[in-house]
């Protein structure tokens, strides 16, 4: 009887000892996994603040840029955004000029030779013009240089239209 005693003991001992360590180990797998969340959050953190200096960084870039610059999207050319120097080019706003279509904002004398050349840049994926006439509201012609390119912004396709150093007529 006392060897049955024994062995239960042995085996109550046993089972303690095993709950003990399955407890043990429960709560190591609960902290790694705890651990490997705050990592991930930490990660994502970095990459959110660094996200947010980039694009403050752009910004700044596109916002004082002494160039005019416009972004289309690609399907329709309709005006996603513009900088400054380019809105006061055209004597227009950003809210007036979001949505329209680039022939729209009366810039080009010839529509048609803009909108081939639209066609162009959808196919090549690139224009450059040296020397290209652009038409303010109050009438001034001003030679510019014109680049432009396609590209992918996230899940969008955009085109950057890009006219250089203004010389007024």
């Given at each position: 009887?006392?060897?049955?005693?024994?062995?239960?003991?042995?085996?109550?001992?046993?089972?303690?000892?095993?709950?003990?360590?399955?407890?043990?180990?429960?709560?190591?797998?609960?902290?790694?996994?705890?651990?490997?969340?705050?990592?991930?959050?930490?990660?994502?953190?970095?990459?959110?603040?660094?996200?947010?200096?980039?694009?403050?960084?752009?910004?700044?870039?596109?916002?004082?840029?002494?160039?005019?610059?416009?972004?289309?999207d690609f399907k329709y050319g309709k005006i996603i955004d513009a900088n400054p120097y380019i809105l006061h080019m055209l004597g227009s706003t950003i809210e007036s000029a979001i949505g329209k279509e680039l022939w729209e904002i009366g810039i080009f004398s010839d529509i048609q030779a803009s909108k081939a050349a639209f066609q162009a840049l959808k196919r090549d994926g690139y224009v450059r013009y040296d020397d290209l006439p652009l038409y303010s509201p109050d009438g001034a012609i001003h030679q510019v240089e014109f680049i432009s390119n396609s590209y992918m912004d996230g899940a969008q396709h955009v085109i950057q239209w890009y006219y250089g150093q203004c010389i007024s007529s």
């Open positions: 009887m006392e060897d049955d005693l024994t062995s239960k003991n042995d085996s109550t001992e046993k089972n303690l000892k095993e709950l003990q360590q399955s407890q043990v180990t429960s709560n190591k797998l609960e902290l790694d996994s705890l651990a490997e969340q705050d990592l991930i959050a930490l990660a994502n953190l970095l990459a959110q603040k660094a996200f947010n200096k980039s694009e403050m960084r752009y910004r700044r870039l596109f916002e004082t840029a002494h160039d005019g610059i416009l972004i289309l």
